[in-house]
C-alpha cells in the first residue's frame, strides 16, 4: 500500500514537471515570435527627400556655366530664403534657384529684366543684410550707347521678405528701378552714380541701402 502511494505521488511530480516545461516553452515560442514580427513592422522608412551636400550647388553651378555662351555670372546666394544665381548671355539675363538637386530657372521674378543688352551682373551684399545681392548693368545698345543699372535683391523683412525683386533707387527727387552711368567698386562692394554737376566741379554719390524705405538713397561721397 506505501509503494503504492509512492508511485502516486511519483506520477504527479512527473505531471507537474512535464506540464511546467511544456508551458515554458510555449510562452518562449510566443516571445520569439512575437519579437520577430516586431523586428518586422518597426523596419525605419527609406527616405524620399534628397539630402543636402556640401558644396553641391557650387559644383553644379560650374558645370552649369560651361553649358552656355557666358557673358557673365554671379557669385551664388544662400540665406534661408534659399540658394540663387544669375547669368548674362547674349541680349539675356536668368535667374535661377537650386533645388538640392539642379538649377531651375526663375527668370519670371526679373519682371523681364531691367533692359535688353545686359553686360556684366555685380556680387555683393549691398543690403548689409549678410546676404548676397546683385547689380545688373545694361547698355542702350549692344555693342555702344550709355549704361545704366539696378539693384536685384532681398528686403530685410515683412511679408515680401523672401521674395527677389527691383529695389527702388530715390535721387531725392524721383524714384526708379535704374540709374543712369554707374561706376561700380567691385572690390568694396560699392556703386557711385552722377549726383549735380556744378561749374566748378562735378560730384559722385555712393548709393546706399535705407531699410526703412526700403529703398537705395544717395551719400555724398567724394567730389571730382
Do not use: H
Not at 550709355?146 to 533707387?169: E, H, K, M, Q
Not at 549735380?196 to 541701402?209: A, D, F, G
Amino acid at each position: 500500500m506505501n509503494n503504492l502511494i509512492r508511485k502516486s505521488r511519483t506520477a504527479v511530480i512527473l505531471a507537474l514537471v512535464v506540464l511546467s516545461a511544456c508551458s515554458n516553452s510555449s510562452e518562449s515560442s510566443s516571445a520569439d515570435s512575437a519579437g520577430a514580427n516586431g523586428t518586422s513592422t518597426t523596419t525605419a522608412p527609406v527616405p524620399t527627400t534628397v539630402p543636402w551636400v556640401k558644396g553641391a550647388p557650387e559644383a553644379a553651378w560650374a558645370a552649369w556655366l560651361t553649358t552656355f555662351a557666358v557673358i557673365d555670372a554671379s557669385e551664388i546666394s544662400e540665406s534661408e530664403c534659399g540658394v540663387f544665381a544669375m547669368l548674362v548671355t547674349d541680349e539675356s539675363l536668368t535667374f535661377y534657384s537650386w533645388d538640392g538637386v539642379q538649377w531651375s530657372d526663375k527668370s519670371d521674378v526679373l519682371g523681364g529684366g531691367r533692359g535688353k543688352y545686359p553686360q556684366k551682373v555685380y556680387s555683393s551684399d549691398y543690403t548689409n543684410d549678410g546676404v548676397i545681392d546683385y547689380f545688373v548693368t545694361y547698355r542702350t545698345r549692344k555693342t555702344s550707347g550709355t549704361t545704366y543699372g539696378g539693384f536685384f535683391a532681398l528686403p530685410w523683412s515683412g511679408d515680401l521678405r523672401c521674395v527677389w525683386n527691383w529695389v527702388d533707387i530715390d535721387n531725392g527727387r524721383d524714384i526708379s528701378k535704374v540709374i543712369d552711368s554707374p561706376e561700380v567698386d567691385q572690390r568694396k562692394g560699392r556703386v557711385y552714380a552722377a549726383g549735380y554737376v556744378n561749374r566748378r566741379y562735378s560730384s559722385r554719390r555712393q548709393l546706399k541701402y535705407s531699410p526703412s524705405a526700403n529703398s537705395f538713397v544717395f551719400d555724398d561721397v567724394f567730389q571730382k
